[in-house]
């Protein structure tokens, strides 16, 4: 048997640990598919918790801060436009054959990820002269790369039984209460929100995170604030939700698999251009109006509505989203398929 491709996965955490979320599934799906990673990260403190067990396949390795000991493997991965060090660039382009190259763009449901992906970047200067990098775009389309998804993901979900889950962890629902999670980055219409949520008997699990601190009870709305979870227990908790608030990429695209109601906090962008990636999300996910209120008010483009939908229509909206999803390939795959590697 051929030695297992080795891929190399750069990631600089920025603020939130989004970006260190997305790196660690998909290199723990690579190793999974039989593949060897390294995932070098300049602040990787967060792993403690968000992955406690790790598989054999997954190397974690420092940022480098001079030269690099190691030849290059087989694939690149250059996180979110992170730019791998010029030292480790320059043995990529000493290679014989060279690695292949890929940018793993951000997650966006506007048009020109469609036109975007896959696109090569020939390099003419600098020390990686000669190679050709890639742009990867995610997506919700079958033009674009897809979103990451597990082999058996959605098996595990429909066979859950969420309210057990919850009751085993002390989070149980009260009868008669809807539960909620909460998931989100500094947000002024908080008040506006727990308003809307106690006008119906509701559990809300508050997540770590600026708001936690925010939440409690009041008439109509019960709060549990919550521990730091791993990525495995983070989605089942998703699972377990009637309701979902998320945030940034990696709790967005696990909402959609849960396949269940979600408010997507989109992360604020100076120049607003977060504006337009939310519209374009809703407009492609065919989300009601009653509930794009909902959206635009959480993230400051209107007021909140002055009371929530029902959940019972967006459950079976979202449904009908994953099952679109779930109908293309998830993002490992077709990754392997561009660069032409086999699991």
């Known amino acids: 048997m051929s030695e297992p491709l080795l891929w190399d996965i750069f990631c600089r955490v920025i603020d939130n640990h989004g970006d260190l979320g997305v790196c660690w599934r998909l290199a723990r799906d690579l190793a999974a598919r039989g593949h060897r990673v390294r995932l070098w990260v300049d602040d990787s403190r967060a792993l403690a918790w968000m992955a406690p067990q790790r598989p054999a396949g997954v190397k974690l390795r420092d940022w480098p ?49 469609e036109r975007s992906h896959a696109l090569a970047s020939p390099q003419f200067h600098g020390p990686g002269a000669g190679l050709t990098r ?4 995610p997506g919700f389309t079958p033009r674009t790369g897809g ?5 058996g993901l959605l098996d595990e979900v429909s066979g859950f039984d969420g309210r057990a889950w919850l009751a085993r962890r002390g989070w149980g629902a ?20 727990l308003d809307l949520l106690a006008q119906q008997p509701t559990l809300l699990l508050a997540c770590p995170g600026p708001l936690q601190q925010q939440v409690a009870d009041r008439p109509g709305l019960r709060t549990i604030a919550l521990p730091y979870l ?12 009637d309701l979902n608030f998320v945030r940034g990429e990696d709790s967005f695209v696990r909402a959609q698999w849960a396949g269940k109601p979600f408010v997507w906090h989109i992360y604020p962008q100076d120049d607003d251009a977060h504006h337009a990636k ?8 065919d989300l009601s109006e009653d509930w794009c209120a909902v959206w635009r008010g959480w ?31 998830d993002l490992v795959t077709q990754l392997e398929g561009f660069l032409g590697v086999s699991s």
């Open 230 to 241: 791993p990525q495995d227990d983070f989605d089942r908790l998703l699972w377990a939700c």
């Open 147 to 151: 979103l990451l998804r597990e082999a």
């Open 299 to 329: 993230n400051g483009l209107a007021p909140l509505p002055a009371a929530m939908p029902p959940l019972a229509p967006a459950t079976e909206q979202a449904l009908h989203w994953r099952a679109q999803l779930a109908s293309q390939p």
């Open 65 to 113: 801060q001079g030269p690099v000991d190691v030849a290059p493997g087989g694939v690149v991965i250059e996180a979110f436009g992170c730019e791998p060090p010029p030292d480790f660039v320059a043995r990529m382009a000493a290679c014989t054959p060279p690695p292949r190259w890929v940018n793993l763009e951000y997650l966006s449901a506007e048009d020109y990820v």
């Open 134 to 137: 890639h742009f990867f775009y």
């Open 174 to 193: 009260a009868p008669g209460e809807r539960v909620v999670s909460l998931f989100a980055y500094a947000n002024p219409a908080l008040p506006a929100l």
């Open 278 to 285: 939310l519209e374009a999300f809703m407009a492609r996910a």
